[in-house]
């Protein structure tokens, strides 16, 4: 019994310019591939920009003509992130859609970015809040901008700690990857309550995969070269269970989110299937632990304190 192929359809992008991080594989090589296909610019935002380049190639294998830069870009790195928000604003082309995608999956030992945070937060949330904060005036020079979010499902066991954002007391790797995921949730609906409220012409969302097979249960879990064979076996047996979804699917939620007229500010969107695994986009549900008004204020207020990124009051 073969399964029936879901999709979305997306809106005519051409003369749109889109940013995409950790664009050189898994969901936001698919990410790229759909924007392009439907007329985009994108920007593939990357760590290794020969990787970067390697993913350009295999788009073009199948869409000659797709306009595509590559952009080097190290989230872990507040410095990185800074120089290119300045490379972006120096072009002063108008974003029109920037996905927050580019990871880091439960390293087994606890590491720090560069500027002394967990990995996991700092990369994952801190660099994405960062960033959207250096591209904001491009966001608002265009017109009805998204900024969508990449949570997971992982969040409903992330806890906002203001006592251990950085895992300094405790260091649980699957944990701190959902507290990371979490935060990326609470800031995109804080987002995208501060630009109504604003009136910045940008709009927030999140969106999170399901379960999707991709080389990110791979690289994090190994982090360090540790374990590759075991757990690459280890994940070879767990995608033989039938919940699973390639990353054309896994992509549809952010697609949504990212292009559809019909996606709300403010909304979270993921897999309608079973327990939200996968299957096509709709409302996603909110995780437990999602803090009040106040919690997410008091996020917002912390990472600007972290990045030193400001954005307008």
């Excluded at 700690?161 to 800031?187: C, I, P």
């Excluded at 106040?294 to 207020?301: D, F, I, K, N, S």
């Amino acid at each position: 019994m073969t399964r029936r192929m879901v999709d979305i359809d997306v809106p005519d992008l051409t003369g749109r310019l889109a940013v995409v991080t950790g664009a050189n594989s898994g969901l936001g090589l698919g990410l790229a591939e759909r924007l392009a296909r439907a007329g985009a610019e994108v920007v593939l935002a990357v760590r290794n920009p020969d990787k970067g380049a390697a993913a350009i190639a295999r788009i073009r294998a199948e869409l000659p003509d797709a306009r595509l830069t590559v952009g080097h870009l190290d989230l872990s790195s507040l410095a990185s992130v800074a120089s290119f928000g300045a490379e972006r604003v120096a072009d002063g082309r108008p974003v029109d859609i920037l996905v927050n995608n580019a990871g880091v999956l439960a390293p087994p030992r606890r590491e720090l970015t560069e500027d002394g945070c967990e990995l996991q937060f700092g990369t994952n949330y801190l660099g994405h809040f960062a960033l959207t904060g250096h591209l904001l005036p491009l966001l608002r020079a265009a017109t009805a901008s998204r900024v969508v979010s990449m949570s997971s499902l992982m969040s409903r066991v992330g806890r906002l700690d203001f006592d251990n954002l950085r895992g300094e007391r405790r260091y649980r790797s699957w944990q701190a990857y959902g507290l990371s995921k979490l935060a990326l949730l609470v800031f995109a609906r804080e987002f995208d309550r501060r630009a109504t409220a604003g009136g910045w012409g940008v709009r927030g969302y999140a969106a999170h995969p399901g379960a999707t097979v991709t080389n990110l249960q791979l690289t994090g879990a190994t982090h360090g070269g540790r374990r590759v064979r075991l757990i690459a076996l280890r994940n070879r047996l767990m995608y033989a269970v039938p919940i699973w979804q390639q990353v054309s699917t896994g992509v549809l939620p952010a697609l949504y989110a990212a292009t559809s007229p019909d996606a709300e500010g403010g909304g979270y969107y993921g897999p309608a299937g079973f327990a939200e695994l996968g299957g096509p986009p709709t409302p996603a549900r909110l995780p437990g632990s999602l803090p009040d008004p106040a919690g997410a204020a008091r996020l917002w207020e912390v990472s600007e304190q972290l990045t030193g990124v400001r954005y307008p009051t």
